[in-house]
C-alpha cells in the first residue's frame, strides 16, 4: 500500500507562482511513474503533467507547457509540480497519483493505482 500526500497549494495572483509536493509512503517508489492531476468541478481529472520512474521521460499538458516543471527525488520519495505564470484557469484541486502497475507513464486517470487527497490551488487577484 502507498500513500501520497500533496503539499503547497494555496491562493496566488495571476502571473505568480506555486511549488507542490507529494511524498509517498513505503520503499517502492523509484518504480512508479508518477502524474499530477487536476480537476475542476463538474469535469474529470485532468493529466497535466507526469514523469517515468527516473525523471527522465516527461509529459505535459499542451495547456501548462513551458509554465509547469514535473521532477521527482526518488531518494526523497518525493515528486513536485513547480508551477510558474499562473492563471486564473488554472485552479484546480491538485492531485498526485502513483502508477504501480506501469512501467511508463500515462495520462489515464485509470491506470494509476494510488492517489493524494488533493490540494487546492486558487488563481486570482
Known amino acids: 500500500q502507498v500513500q501520497l500526500a500533496e503539499t503547497g497549494g494555496g491562493l496566488v495572483q495571476p502571473g505568480g507562482s506555486l511549488r507542490l509536493s507529494c511524498v509517498a509512503s513505503?520503499?517502492?517508489?523509484?518504480?512508479?511513474?508518477m502524474g499530477w492531476f487536476r480537476q475542476t468541478p463538474g469535469n474529470e481529472r485532468e493529466c497535466v503533467a507526469a514523469t517515468d520512474t527516473g525523471g527522465a521521460n516527461l509529459y505535459y499538458a499542451d495547456s501548462v507547457k513551458g509554465r509547469f516543471t514535473i521532477s521527482r527525488d526518488n531518494a526523497k520519495n518525493t515528486v513536485y509540480l513547480q508551477m510558474n505564470s499562473l492563471k486564473p484557469e488554472d485552479t484546480a484541486v491538485y492531485y498526485c497519483a502513483a502508477g504501480a502497475g506501469l512501467w511508463y507513464y500515462s495520462v489515464e486517470e485509470k491506470e494509476y493505482d494510488y492517489w493524494g487527497q488533493g490540494t487546492q490551488v486558487t488563481v486570482s487577484s
Open positions: 513505503g520503499r517502492a517508489f523509484n518504480t512508479y511513474p
